[in-house]
């Protein structure tokens, strides 16, 4: 499915809320799942990674009920019903096949997990290798999907992590759940922390300090949750409203965690017009609404080192951002971006530069030099990946002609609404 963009100029003006957070989803159903009791989950995200964990859960044994306000999950703990050799699909979903090879790991049974064809090219040594330090039996082809996983008896490591993966951090704290002693790992940078903060509010024995997480053999207590927005979906419409004329939105109940919040630091070196409004904690995660207006005179900035993983998902979109602020953005330390659903790096530029924009892929990120008019008058592709895909619709937004952009069904595979909701706020 292609999609044409045409704005004319035209501002964004309005509120909108934003769909669920992802991470936060998954999480959520997974943690549910393990736990022992009945959990409550409010605003569960309608991508469909997070319904690749649901469904995952459901199969392993989870009860689930899924309604159009909640989720009702009511499991019996930690170890999932012996279910033999079964098959799981992750789809799309690298958040999913991670943090379930953690769990799957400790159980007394063996599974393997299955994916798409852009998830069996994704990298899985950064799992395996710690996951085989604890004891588990894991087999794969060259370190990637399918993942054999044999049920295993767990102990417990000492982990250095060499890149800043929440994904990683979660696969190993959540083995840790079944380990025989004390897991600890260290981060290089800090990453998302959202598994932290759900797995001490459900009674994990668990421990964090300047990038020091320890985890015991646990039992996890039910949760009830509410999810906030979701801060990498509000990122194209924070984007869309400081580079299109005249734009004035809100954005309502967005999480701002400050491991997710890159973007709004570099929002904030770059000169941009945003203001936070109503902020609030929420089922232990920092809420808030978002005041976003058309900003002239953004300038270009420097964005690398430990604000990465901050901001790794949007760096599209942060790219497209660079194209009108005034100098050289030079983004650097971002090399993960090559392991995403595209390579992320090489795509980002190769798309831009057909719209018009002053674009060099570097080995770790790239260089944007600004401020370039978007001419527009081409068609662009998504090559199966949902953030690329929306970062070239609100590229789209600022083009002099229409553009269309190829594969743009990919979007739902996070953002299902995203179209709807763009189109409410154009006047």
Not at 96 to 120: C, P, V, Y
Not at 331 to 343: C, F, G, T, Y
Not at 364 to 371: A, E, F, L, N, T
Request: aromatic share 4%; net charge negative.
């Amino acid at each position: 499915m292609s999609q044409k963009v045409f704005n004319g100029q035209k501002p964004l003006k309005g509120e909108i809320t934003i769909p669920a957070d992802k991470s936060i989803s998954h999480r959520a159903i997974i943690f549910a799942s393990i736990a022992k009791g009945q959990s409550v989950i409010k605003n569960f995200s309608k991508g469909k990674d997070p319904l690749s964990s649901l469904e995952i859960c459901r199969a392993l044994g989870a009860e689930i009920e899924h309604n159009e306000n909640s989720i009702i999950v009511k499991s019996e703990g930690k170890y999932f019903p012996n279910k033999g050799d079964i098959t799981l699909n992750c789809g799309n979903s690298g958040t999913t096949m991670r943090l379930m090879s953690g769990i799957l790991a400790g159980q007394k049974f063996n599974s393997t997990l299955t994916g798409d064809e852009s998830l069996s090219s994704r990298p899985m040594k950064r799992i395996i290798e710690p996951l085989t330090l604890m004891g588990a039996k894991i087999e794969s082809i060259n370190n990637k999907a399918p993942l054999k996983i044999y049920g295993s008896s767990l102990n417990s490591i000492n982990y250095e992590s060499s890149i800043a993966s929440a994904q990683v951090k979660s696969c190993v704290l959540l083995a840790g759940l079944y380990a025989d002693a004390v897991t600890t790992y260290k981060e290089i940078y800090p990453s998302r922390n959202h598994t932290e903060i759900m797995l001490s509010s459900m009674g994990a024995n668990l421990t964090s300090h300047d990038g020091i997480i320890t985890i015991s053999n646990s039992e996890l207590a039910p949760l009830d949750i509410e999810i906030p927005g979701d801060i990498s979906s509000a990122a194209f419409f924070i984007v869309a409203a400081l580079i299109v004329p005249n734009s004035k939105i809100i954005i309502k109940n967005v999480g701002l965690n400050e491991t997710r919040c890159g973007i709004l630091k570099v929002a904030e070196n770059m000169g941009a017009n945003i203001e936070i409004l109503d902020k609030r904690e929420i089922c232990g995660e920092i809420v808030g609404d978002i005041l976003v207006q058309y900003t002239q005179g953004l300038k270009s900035c420097e964005i690398s080192g430990e604000i990465i993983p901050t901001l790794i998902d949007e760096i599209p979109i942060i790219a497209l951002l660079a194209t009108q602020a005034q100098g050289t953005t030079i983004i650097k330390d971002a090399q993960d971006l090559r392991n995403k659903e595209s390579d992320r790096i090489k795509l980002t530029v190769s798309e831009l530069k057909k719209l018009g924009a002053n674009i060099e892929e570097t080995t770790d990120g790239m260089i944007i030099r600004g401020k370039t008019t978007l001419t527009g008058g081409v068609e662009v592709d998504s090559h199966k990946d949902h953030r690329l895909a929306m970062s070239l619709y609100v590229g789209g937004l600022i083009c002099q002609k229409e553009i269309q952009i190829n594969e743009f069904e990919w979007v739902n595979i996070s953002f299902p609404e995203f179209v709807s909701l763009m189109c409410s706020l154009i006047s």
